[in-house]
């Protein structure tokens, strides 16, 4: 009898096992690609917990030698469809626009999204998320990187006589003040002190002022502005106002640990990875100051700058192939990673007290800065997410073009160095710019 019990018991545990197994409910498969695992991070810390039924298949595939492009763009050639395809990926500020302004991503309204969804997101970010040639927007970003100008309080006080970030903005409130304010340190560090580092770093704010981009109805733009800009580094590089160094070569990094450069004309990220991390008196295992060494650590602090600009950021977009042949289910998964990490207030502000990251809605912004903000020790305790938060709504992201990354090294290389180092003259310079265009590009008119 025992052994008749034990066998009906056993029996019903089976049954009710399989019975279990029959009712729960499969996981839905959610592919996502993406150049960085910052994003693999968020997703296991926070995605994953509030949505058990589903399965991310992560792939990363980095943005050295363009490798993560070519495996997209191969992918939505060959089998745009497949079951290793995304259906959603993540883009970077430097090709947004290049998916973007294509039939490779959804438009968003396809996944049920509405304008008015986006009513509290930073303006810039939802800008370079539009499709330039219908005004759809297409890709939805979690972040926001505004930049703005970092300057050494120290050296402000020593040679300019200002105590406070508010005389330092008025000091270079636009781009001739700066330049004044340029030959004024100058002057009284007699050379000592350059205003900036590189050229490069005036060029990231400096074509914000651009009323249009490079592109505009199919033909090729240099916006009036861009020509004050050649005035302006042509003088930098004739009068010596800068330090005659390149973005992220030895000489950039110097002038952030010496008494060489007033300012740097950084992002958000700039901040945290580049500009801390080289001030030589940095621990990054506390993310403190470095006791006893020699550094710039707590002598930095940042104002808005001549013009408001972004530098930077991360989106989300929709594998318009796969969306075309996925069910109501499927959608309303890929739709709501989309919602969750981009528009979820609650996620956004948990993200950005974990973390520092400046996120892309306003509604958090401010509730953070309502909370006492993120005072900074080595901003001298200056609070960066107020600061960040104005020059985040300052930014123009309608100007940015899918051909950005090209045309801006076409520009440097053919124009901008040539002819302030007196190589070439203005419409050289000019004329063999377009013709560089003209080659690379076979859709743009160049007049």
Known sequence: ????????????????????????????????????????????????????????????????????????????????????????????????????????????????????????????????????????????????????????????????????????????????????????????????????????????????????????????????????YLDLTKQAEEDGLYNLGTAWNETWFLGMKSDTTMTYLLPTWGLHYVLKPNSGNYDAATDAKLEGAEGTYGDWRMVDGPVGYSWGGTWLGANSYKLAQADEAKKAVIKEFIRFFTLDEDFLYTYAKDSGDFVSNNNVVNKIIAEGGTPNPFLGGQDHYAAFATAANLANGTIMTEYDDAINTLWSDNVTTPYIKGEKDLDTAIADFKAAVAAAFANIVVE
């Open 1 to 228: 009898m025992k052994k008749l019990a034990a066998l009906i018991l056993a029996l019903a545990l089976v049954l009710s096992a399989a019975s279990l197994a029959l009712a729960e409910t499969p996981k839905t498969k959610l592919v996502v690609w993406s150049f960085t695992d910052e994003l693999r991070g968020m997703i296991d810390k926070y995605y994953v917990p509030a949505h058990p039924e589903v399965e991310v298949v992560y792939t990363l595939y980095p943005t050295d030698g363009s490798e993560y492009r070519n495996k997209l763009d191969t992918v939505i050639a060959t089998d745009p469809t497949g079951e290793e395809a995304p259906d959603v990926f993540a883009l970077e500020a430097a090709f947004v626009k290049y998916y973007v302004n294509s039939d490779t991503t959804a438009p968003l309204s396809e996944l049920g999204f509405a304008d008015e969804d986006f009513a509290n997101s930073i303006p810039a970010m939802v800008q370079i998320g539009t499709d330039s040639r219908n005004g759809q927007q297409k890709a939805s970003a979690w972040q926001s990187t505004p930049g703005a100008m970092f300057y050494r309080a120290s050296l402000a006080e020593k040679y300019l006589g200002i105590t406070s970030p508010e005389e330092f903005q008025e000091k270079v409130a636009d781009w001739d003040t700066f330049m004044e304010t340029a030959v004024e340190l100058n002057d009284a560090s007699a050379g000592a002190v350059k205003m900036f580092n590189s050229i490069g770093d005036i060029w990231n704010a400096y074509q914000y002022n651009r009323a249009a981009g490079w592109v505009v109805d199919g033909k090729l733009n240099i916006d009036p502005v861009l020509y004050d």
